[in-house]
């Protein structure tokens, strides 16, 4: 089974998601996919941990749902802060969730899907765009319904709803890693915080990632494509044409106006 087949079938129905024991004192970290996810666990977890955070090490201090099994989440040390992509889900009991250009999104995703094998690889950008745009990729919807899911139940979740912005992490990152830290009622010192965020940087996640190749994340994976790509915002307009630009935009117009992306 290829890999990414594995895990879509995880997606789809393990225990892991569907079943997993979630307590009072969990921090969800969520997104839709693609969207600094990542980044900010390596930024976050060497903020909290104090300690680099790398590809063999940051499902220890921020975990996958996906990727690890249930004795593997109950036996990490609380409070939890643990990664999701799914819609609203009401037992999370606090919530931190990353919102990213869809055009940017879009682009990132189609380059995810051909790092790691499986039956969304190799396709046109235009057949990509179909499966995309109809929520046909993962279990995680369109980027708009995940995004309207958590937005509409917001005030239903007991401990508390913090939403980013990707790009405001990007022009200020330490501001923004100030809110998630006091959102999270942790104090850490102005050292932690600037070393985090010099560890964190795409530069140094991306010499990791050559290092690390053995990394049990990237088993499988097509090694002649980078996970760590620019980390930048409008790489869509490198790649999209007018008429899929029309239709990403046509499709989620809604919350690119209220994010401010057009």
Do not use: C
């Amino acid at each position: 089974m290829q890999l990414y087949d594995k895990y879509r079938r995880i997606f789809r129905g393990h225990p892991i998601r569907n079943h997993l024991r979630v307590h009072k004192d969990d921090t969800f970290l969520v997104s839709y996919p693609r969207s600094g996810n990542t980044w900010i666990r390596f930024l976050l977890g060497t903020a909290i941990s104090g300690k680099g955070i790398d590809w063999h090490n940051f499902e220890t201090v921020i975990p996958d749902i996906y990727r690890n099994t249930h004795q593997q989440l109950e036996a990490l040390p609380r409070p939890r802060i643990i990664k999701s992509h799914h819609s609203y889900d009401k037992r999370y009991p606090k919530v931190i969730y990353i919102v990213r250009d869809v055009r940017d999104v879009f682009i990132s995703y189609y380059n995810f899907h051909n790092k790691f094998p499986g039956r969304n690889s190799n396709l046109t950008i235009e057949d990509y765009l179909e499966r995309f745009l109809t929520g046909e990729l993962d279990d995680f919807g369109t980027w708009s319904s995940n995004i309207a899911s958590w937005i509409n139940n917001q005030n239903k979740i007991e401990n508390g709803f913090l939403i980013l912005r990707f790009e405001d992490l990007l022009s200020n990152t330490r501001a923004e890693l100030v809110r998630i830290l006091e959102f999270l009622g942790l104090d850490k010192t102005n050292d932690d915080i600037d070393n985090a965020i010099k560890w964190a940087s795409f530069g140094n996640m991306r010499r990791l990632e050559n290092e690390q190749q053995n990394a049990s994340f990237f088993r499988q994976a097509n090694k002649n494509l980078k996970f760590t790509n620019k980390g930048k915002k409008g790489g869509w307009r490198e790649a999209l044409s007018e008429e899929q630009l029309s239709r990403l935009v046509k499709a989620n117009d809604k919350y690119l106006k209220q994010f401010k992306y057009i």
